[in-house]
């Protein structure tokens, strides 16, 4: 098949971005990648990276005029880009907790409106953010990572009204947990207050867990290929098995979904 549309993916140098800028290319669409370090993957990659730090103001800044020196228009921008602070909430330090807004919410808002202007010349466009379902819901161990996935939920959501006019779709898509580098390449604080010291074993035990039985991405590709290709895509694309349960757990029996956490958490060694 092929396609004229052009498709920006941040983070595209590994996981969830590599795969689905990978399977885009091999569709026919014009793909342009991101990597703080585009030089270290470029030879691997069949398409474009171009280097963005969403940390770094003036690497988001610099970013339009370097992608429209490369492109000549933007179709859709896929807002992959981010990373995992792991943690209990009490002993997460605030430095931590802003370096995750920093990444996760800061610098996709930031680059999000560095590209506006052009989405708003051409009157088309397309906006997917990868949330997460840690977006939607909460876990132990999670604290400011779910809070910067429920903040840019909430961003969007308000952005999606405001864009409606310029005929700029906006998405979610919120995965649960995938196989991918995210486990390994996020920051983990240190357990530092005794009282959680039962706690932070059980849950680190469950995190583990978690992430060993990941199953690979495929199913999160499949959804970002639908909201790319969908004409009128709607908000909300949670994906992962067991994910609407989860979510209809969390709106009609919110106790039920809190307590068969808990003994998830309690039973993990
Ligand atoms: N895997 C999951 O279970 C899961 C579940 C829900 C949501 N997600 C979300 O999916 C997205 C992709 O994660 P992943 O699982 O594929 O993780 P990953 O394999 O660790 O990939 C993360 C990507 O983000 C880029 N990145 C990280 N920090 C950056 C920064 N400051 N500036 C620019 N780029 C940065 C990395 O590129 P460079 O290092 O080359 O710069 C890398 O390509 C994230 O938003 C994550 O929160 C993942």
Not at 22 to 39: A, F, M, Q, W
Not at 194 to 204: A, E, F, G, I, S
Request: glycine share 8%.
């Amino acid at each position: 098949m092929q396609s004229n549309k052009t498709i920006l993916v941040t983070g595209a140098s590994s996981g969830i971005g590599l795969l689905v800028a990978s399977k885009l290319h091999e569709n026919g669409y014009h793909v342009i990648g991101t990597s703080r370090d585009p030089k270290k993957h470029q030879a691997k990659l069949p398409f474009k990276v171009l280097p963005l730090d969403l940390n770094d103001d003036h690497s988001i800044a610099c970013f339009g005029k370097l992608l429209f020196s490369e492109v000549e228009q933007l179709d859709v921008l896929i807002n992959n880009a981010g990373y995992l602070v792991n943690g209990l909430a009490e002993e997460t330090s605030i430095e931590l907790g802003k370096q995750q807004f920093e990444t996760n919410f800061w610098g996709t808002i930031k680059l999000t409106n560095e590209l506006l202007p052009y989405f708003r010349k051409q009157k088309d466009g397309k906006i997917i953010t990868i949330g997460s379902l840690l977006g939607l819901v909460g876990l132990p161990n999670v604290s400011y990572y779910a809070a910067s996935k429920h903040a840019l939920e909430g961003y969007f959501k308000s952005l999606r009204f405001e864009l409606a006019q310029f005929n700029i779709k906006v998405v979610m898509v919120e995965p649960m947990s995938f196989k991918t580098s995210i486990g390994e390449s996020g920051t983990v604080a240190a357990g530092t207050i005794k009282d959680y010291d039962m706690l932070r074993q059980r849950v680190t035990a469950y995190t583990k867990t978690t992430f060993d039985k990941a199953p690979q991405p495929t199913p999160v590709i499949t959804t970002l290929l639908q909201a790319v290709k969908e004409k009128n895509p709607k908000f909300n694309y949670p994906v992962g098995k067991g994910s609407s349960f989860i979510l209809l757990l969390q709106h009609f029996a919110y106790k039920t979904f809190e307590r068969s956490i808990l003994r998830s958490v309690n039973s993990s060694k």
